[in-house]
């Protein structure tokens, strides 16, 4: 038997095994994948994930392999400059930025997860996950139907999680409000230390582009659901582009981007469990809680997540506490990420003359007073929230 079973062998569940491991836990992880593709997912952490990065002892690891710290942000509305940041400057860890392309920070983590000592098993299909005092996993490996179990099985599976099914979580969701686009580009004239970004209250739009080393650097695009058909394939990317500049995105930099690799887009709507532990079953990173990626929180959120499940099973003996407990820490942590996303949508992407008057009201005085603005890129959950935060935010005091 296993201490643990980690469903999924990406951020969360690679850097979860390699802590684990390393305190002499045995751990398996199960990952569906042969080989790690790009699926358009997050490759930009925000400077608060940089700590936890630390503190996992994975951060030299990606910086000498795969990553780049990136001190500065760009960011306009529309045609107006409205910040040009130095987060090591500005932030009280003294962190920068940090991009990587996904798929080589995937392999290096589950690499060194196994260097750890756990047991990595990949090409595998779950068929069922049994919830009980040591729940058991029936799995599909080499052809063969196999029942494993374990004190803790882990779902680090994504947001589309196959474990949080099985061990029937309940799922809220937003309603469907916006669609997020992302696409792998080069000749895109963007400097290494820099991410761009611009948004367009008008339109509801909001365009990133961010290097990931090596000349690529990666493109996204956020739209209101209703605006346009999907993005689905490279066919796309002249529409891609189109919107992109439409948004306010300089064309300069889009004038000889050229596609390599898959252009998608997909739903951006919070999702989340309000208790991600039951039942010896505990989620982590997506498979938790899904964040609008318009605001770039989730990796971070899920190195939290990691630090949060790890540091309580090493602590408190009846893993059953332990996964309570965490459950509860992740949930706060989500909701107050959730809050900031809410305040800065209303601001900064929302439509119509209500929120037309709203940015009358509030970009004014944060104009004058940055410091109204709370610091969700900086602090993430450790930013202040509350009534009066809200207030000052909005102009309302």
């Known amino acids: 038997m296993y201490d643990i079973i980690i469903i999924g062998g990406g951020l969360g569940g690679a850097t979860l095994a390699k802590v684990m491991s390393k305190h002499g836990l045995r751990v398996l992880i199960l ?5 790690f593709k790009d699926r358009i997912r997050g490759e930009g952490m925000h400077a608060w ?3 936890e990065a630390k503190r996992l002892g994975i951060y030299e690891l990606l910086c000498d392999s795969c990553g780049i710290e990136v001190p500065w942000w760009d960011i306009y509305l529309v045609n107006e400059q409205i910040a040009h940041r130095n987060f090591p400057e500005t932030t009280p860890h003294q962190s920068p930025l940090f991009s990587f392309y996904h798929p080589a920070m995937q392999e290096i983590l589950l690499s060194a997860a196994e260097k750890e000592g756990a047991d990595v098993q990949r090409g595998t299909q779950i068929l069922t996950i049994q919830n009980e005092v040591n729940p058991k996993v029936i799995v599909k490996l080499n052809g063969r139907t196999q029942e494993l179990q374990a004190r803790l099985v882990v779902g680090a599976d994504g947001r589309n999680s196959i474990v949080r099914k099985h061990a029937r979580f309940d799922v809220i969701s937003d309603p469907p409000r916006r669609m997020f686009a992302g696409v792998l580009l080069e000749d895109v004239p963007l400097p290494t230390d820099m991410w761009y970004a611009v948004m367009n209250p008008s339109n509801g739009q909001e365009t990133f582009l961010g290097s990931i080393g090596d000349g690529r ?20 990317l002249p529409r891609f582009i189109e919107e992109s500049m439409r948004t306010g995105g300089e064309p300069s930099l889009y004038a000889n981007a050229r596609a390599i690799g898959p252009l998608a887009s997909f739903p951006s ?10 039942d010896g079953v505990a989620l982590i990173g997506d498979a938790a809680s899904t964040c609008d990626p318009a605001f ?3 990796m971070a959120m899920t190195l939290r997540s990691v630090r949060q499940l790890s540091n309580r099973l090493l602590e408190i003996e009846d893993w059953d506490v332990a996964g309570n407990a965490y459950a509860k820490e992740q949930n706060r942590d989500f909701m107050i990420i959730r809050t900031h ?28 007073d ?16 509350g009534e009066s935060v809200r207030r000052r ?5």
């Open 370 to 385: 940055p410091s109204r603005m709370p610091d969700l890129f900086g602090l993430g959950p450790e930013a202040p929230i």
């Open 393 to 397: 935010f909005f102009g309302e005091e």
């Open 269 to 278: 709507d919070d999702s989340w469990v309000e208790h991600p532990y039951k």
């Open 296 to 298: 770039g929180q989730g």
């Open 31 to 35: 990952e569906r994948t042969t080989e």
């Open 217 to 236: 650097v990666r493109a996204y695009l956020g739209y209101p659901s209703n605006k346009h058909p999907r993005f689905q394939k490279t066919d796309d």
């Open 49 to 51: 994930g940089v700590p």
């Open 341 to 368: 996303e809410d305040w800065l949508r209303s601001i900064f992407l929302e439509t119509g003359k209500v929120a037309d008057e709203r940015r009358e009201q509030a970009l004014p005085l944060i104009g004058e």
